[in-house]
C-alpha cells in the first residue's frame, strides 16, 4: 500500500492509498500514465477457437467494464487500459470454464492471456 502523490492524504485519511510494487527506503511512485494491451485467445478443450465468448475486463481505474467479443478464431485484443490490477472474466455459450474468472497485475502489454474452455 503506498499514499499517491507520495505521504499525501494527511491523518486518518485512506483515500490516496493505491496498491502498487514496494519501493523500499525510496517514494512512493504510481504508475505511468502510459498505456497497455491485454490479448489472448479463448479455446474448447481441443484448441478451436471459439468464436463470439465475451471477455469483460474490470478494475485498474476503470469506471465501467470493457466489454469484447472474440473472432472467429477466437482471438481478442483491449487496448488503452492503464497500468494496473484488472478482473478478466470468460463467458461463452455451450462452454464453460474451470477458471472463468482470473485476475492480472498489468504493468506492460500482456499477450498469450488464454481461456481454455472444459470438454
Known sequence: MQRIPNGSGGERNTVSYQVFAPTPDGLN???T????SLSGRVTD?????IRNAIIAIEGGGL???RVVATGSM??????????GTYIVTVQAKRHSFANPTR???MSDNVADFDFIAEP
Not at 478443450?45 to 477457437?49: E, F, P, S, T, Y
Open 29 to 31: 511512485v504510481s504508475p
Open 33 to 36: 500514465a502510459a498505456q497497455v
Open 45 to 49: 478443450a481441443g484448441g478451436r477457437g
Open 63 to 65: 469506471t465501467e467494464p
Open 74 to 83: 477466437g482471438y481478442y485484443n483491449v487496448e488503452d487500459l492503464a497500468i
Open 103 to 105: 485476475s492480472l497485475s
